[in-house]
């Protein structure tokens, strides 16, 4: 057998293994989805951090201050609150619609249809732990220990990761990693729960979000 024809060999094996995976995967996930929610998560942790540290209010831990009333004024602890909320819903939503616009986006440039098996089946796989993550915080703050929110909100959220990489890219599974265990240590500390909030849904969607943005890039 010549090299030349060990080379079209290769080619064809390496095409159809990309096919088998596009067929399996959801691929057309955009590294820029990362880096916008990211963005968005950090301003969001930014806002929050001002209110937190607006007289009357003086607290470190961001989820002691809110929830706990650590302030002087029960009406300036009650409008924070509602800040707050409020704040989490928006920057939900917008995260959403970020997140839609440039999967949408990728998956015209590359003519392939978004609403596949493979995407219905990641975003199952996301929603449950994310779910059940959502209902556990919420136990949290009802039992009076909303300085473990930050923590498990991380931990759940790279358990969704991994449970939902399987039917997407690889690096989504190593940021799954990343955040349980950036989630586990903030627990194990018990504070600075913003501050780490901010670096595993900001910083660390930044980054791997420009490392999928790059090697997609490369690849072509």
């Known amino acids: 057998m010549g090299m030349s024809q060990y080379s079209e060999q290769l080619k064809d094996l390496t095409h159809i293994r990309s096919l088998m995976e596009k067929s399996t995967k959801f691929v057309s996930l955009s590294g820029m989805t990362g880096i916008g ?41 009650q409008h924070a609150r509602i800040w707050l909320y409020s704040l989490a819903i928006l920057t939900l939503i917008v995260s959403i619609t970020v997140g839609l616009f440039f999967t949408i986006k990728k998956t015209r440039e590359h003519q392939v249809k978004l609403w596949t098996k493979s995407f219905r089946l990641m975003l199952l ?43 997407t890219l690889q690096d989504v599974n190593s940021l799954g990693l990343v955040e349980i265990i950036l989630g586990l240590f903030t627990l194990w500390l018990n504070k600075y729960g913003l501050e780490m909030w901010a670096i595993g849904f900001g910083i660390l969607h930044i980054i791997y979000g420009a490392k999928i943005y790059l090697t997609q890039q490369t690849n072509g």
């Open 37 to 77: 929610i990211g963005l968005i998560a950090l301003i969001a942790a930014a806002i929050v951090f001002i209110i937190a540290h607006t007289a009357p209010f003086q607290s470190s831990d961001i989820f002691w201050y809110f929830v706990d009333g650590l302030g002087d004024s029960e009406n300036a602890l």
């Open 125 to 167: 796989n996301i929603a449950i732990p994310l779910a059940t993550g959502g209902f556990f915080c919420l136990i949290l703050i009802r039992m009076g220990l909303p300085q473990m929110v930050a923590g498990s909100m991380l931990v759940f959220y790279g358990l969704a990761l991994i449970n939902g990489a399987k039917y």
